[in-house]
């Protein structure tokens, strides 16, 4: 019964797809957008054809006569999402062969659009990896074309069982966002799906890790993250920093899987833009006093001036008073560079536990509860310090970011095996 059910879904794609359709009202399966959970739906929930507007012009939709039927696979890693942008995104997923033509068929306002792209081992061409290759292959569709702002679903073509996912694309710099940022999610695969439970309730358009995604970096410990993440990862674009855990040494893993775009060095020291925000990010498991550094990163503070909030990401915290010392090397290079370009807050982890640090008015932030072994606070006290420090506490938690024009809202949410609950809020104005 399933076979044939299968069979007629992938019909009714083709037919839909080869008729060009402009429904506008229609939309396919994924309307859970908060918990897509690689969740298995059917190609016959996609539109009917309902209306013909004649070809579609979009990336690859060619007519029904080339498309290609949809091949059968396992889903080794659930779809995620890379580098989004307010026309573009990247479908990433893992599956056990590889495709000729993988795709994925997206509805927006405009209608369903077939986009292929392609298949192939896992680039770890920035250094050794830890482990051997994964015996697996890495898919890719790029999505263009798209509106900021817009919520846009997808179904990737699987003929085995297809995988819906809905993201909204990143809003106009104009725009409001919203946001979850979280960190150290090594090791407890519990607590880190807790934390991910939880934080699928907020439905954030973006998810931001401050590092420390495994603790070992290995592919078969990525495998875990990616299957706990597997709860939003279809619906909700990721970008991470480095931690120490993914280490320096074998940034392959991370580089490979989660393909930050290329900044200072490599993509370990990047910057992007996000609606209203824009984000240096920095491996701080290099010294930033190095040659090249603080100008790389004065250039993108300068880009930064031209967006509202400036976000600064980090995985080792300049100021902490828990179990790892403070990241001194940063203090002296970063850290007066941030009232010098107007910086809206910093965003670290390392020390499993919740930080708010003020210095000069600026938050700084440990985030470190995304399900690590918590460590206590205020067991290493900075002599000097302590007026710096707002707010701290153990327990796994997630922030949520609101960036609106007028403001942007930060409040930290703790979960417990049975609550979730607020804990420290503060806001930021834009930058004048
Ligand atoms: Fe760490």
Known sequence: MQS??????????????????????????????????????????????????????????????????????LFVKAPWLLNVGEDHVTVAWESDVQLATPSVVITTDAGPRLVTGTSGPLDLSHGPAVGKPPVTFQNRVQLTGLTAGSTVSYVVRNASGDAPGSFRTAPQKTGSAHLVVYGDTRIDEDAHRRVVEAFSAEAPDLLVHTGDLVHVPTEAALQVFFDVLSLVSADVPIVATIGNHETDLFRAWFLGFLEPPEGFEDGTNTAFAYGPAYFVVVNSLRDPSRPGFVDWFKGELTKAEGWP????????????????????????????????????????????????????????????????????????????????????????????????????????????????????????????
Not at 45 to 71: F, I, K, Q, R
Not at 350 to 365: D, K, S, T
């Open 4 to 73: 044939v059910a299968r069979g007629s879904a992938i019909v009714l794609l083709l037919v839909a797809v080869s008729w060009a359709v402009s429904c506008g009202s229609g939309s396919p399966a994924a309307t859970d957008t908060a918990h897509a959970d690689a969740a298995v739906a059917d190609t016959a929930d996609l539109p009917a054809p309902s209306e013909v507007e004649g070809a579609d012009t979009g990336h690859n939709a060619d007519g029904a006569a080339e498309l290609p039927p949809a091949e059968a696979f």
């Open 309 to 432: 909030y400036r976000f600064v990401m980090f995985h080792s915290p300049i100021h902490t008073f828990s179990n790892h010392a403070p990241w001194e090397k940063g203090g002296e290079v970063i850290e007066p560079l941030l009232s010098e370009y107007g910086v809206t807050a910093v965003l670290a982890g390392h020390n499993h536990c919740y930080e708010r640090f003020e210095v000069a008015g600026i938050p700084q932030l440990t985030l470190g509860g995304g399900g690590a072994p918590l460590y206590d606070v205020e067991s290493n006290l900075v002599p000097g310090e302590e007026q710096f420090l707002k707010a701290d506490g153990k327990f796994y938690h997630y922030l949520v970011l609101d960036l609106t024009p007028e403001a942007a809202t930060a409040r930290v949410m703790v979960v417990t095996p049975d609550t979730v609950e607020p804990f420290d809020a503060f806001t930021r104005p834009p930058a004048p």
